[in-house]
């Protein structure tokens, strides 16, 4: 294994029936990329699989050098990887500086880094309003800051599009290009929306009943292909 997030003949599932049925990749440093795939084609499950909210059947999952697939998923987060997962998942009832402090380190003390709030100065600005009075588009950001807050290595990103307005969708995906750029974070991104991932990821990979049934790079990539597998 020569990459830098290397998943190696990965399996999972729930009880005795298998979702996830040996994944290999290898993702670069600042690499971004893109998993598409439909409803129930196992992204969520995949995802919760790395972060280790769901245990692997098989094979190794390998961050800057360490294997990751036997620990907790506390200790996945010291070791660098970050998640946001799908529908966002803010405390609805707690402040917005509440919510980021949640991804806080205990060494930080409740202190944000500045630098975050430069990122998303609408969270600085809102940083006293419950989490759930929020926009769609606000709450991904705030759900992005607090997986920031770890300071990770490797970025995962599950539909982050799902149910936010198509004008901010742009501003999102320029965001996380900007975010990789300054922090060389890596980003693997799962999605349906291909425009969304078009405007960010480097390479493309299409999740098909827990199985990747396509893989390209940006330049090659064949829009027309991986649109008949996100189509029903
Ligand atoms: N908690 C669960 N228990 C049993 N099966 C599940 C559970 N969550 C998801 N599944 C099944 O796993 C498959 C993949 O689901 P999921 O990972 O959520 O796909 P996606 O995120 O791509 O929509 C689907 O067949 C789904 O029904
Ligand atoms: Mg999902």
Known sequence: ?????????????????????????????????AIM??????????FKTLIGAIKNTQGEIKLDGKNLEKLDAYQRVQSGVAYVPQGRMIFGTMSVLENIQTGLPASAHGKVP????????????????????????????????????????????????????????????KTLKEIRDQRDLTIIVSEQVLS?????????????????????????????TISKYLSV
């Open 1 to 33: 294994m020569s990459g830098f997030f290397e998943i190696e003949s990965l399996c999972s599932g729930y009880g005795q029936s298998e979702v996830i049925h040996g994944i290999t990749m290898s993702v670069q440093p600042k690499e971004i990329v």
């Open 37 to 46: 795939g439909r409803n129930g084609m196992g992204k969520t499950t995949f």
């Open 114 to 173: 500045d630098d975050l709030y430069d990122l998303f100065p609408v969270l600085w600005d809102m940083r006293k309003r419950k989490g759930g009075n929020l926009s769609g588009g606000q709450q991904q950001q705030l759900a992005i800051a607090r997986a920031l807050a770890t300071n990770p290595k490797v970025l995962l990103l599950d539909e982050p599009t799902e149910g936010i307005q198509p004008s901010i969708i742009k501003d999102i995906a």
């Open 196 to 224: 969304f991932t078009m405007a960010m990821a480097d390479r493309f990979l299409v999740l098909d009943k827990g199985r990747f049934a396509y893989e390209n790079v940006k330049q090659n990539v064949d829009e027309s």
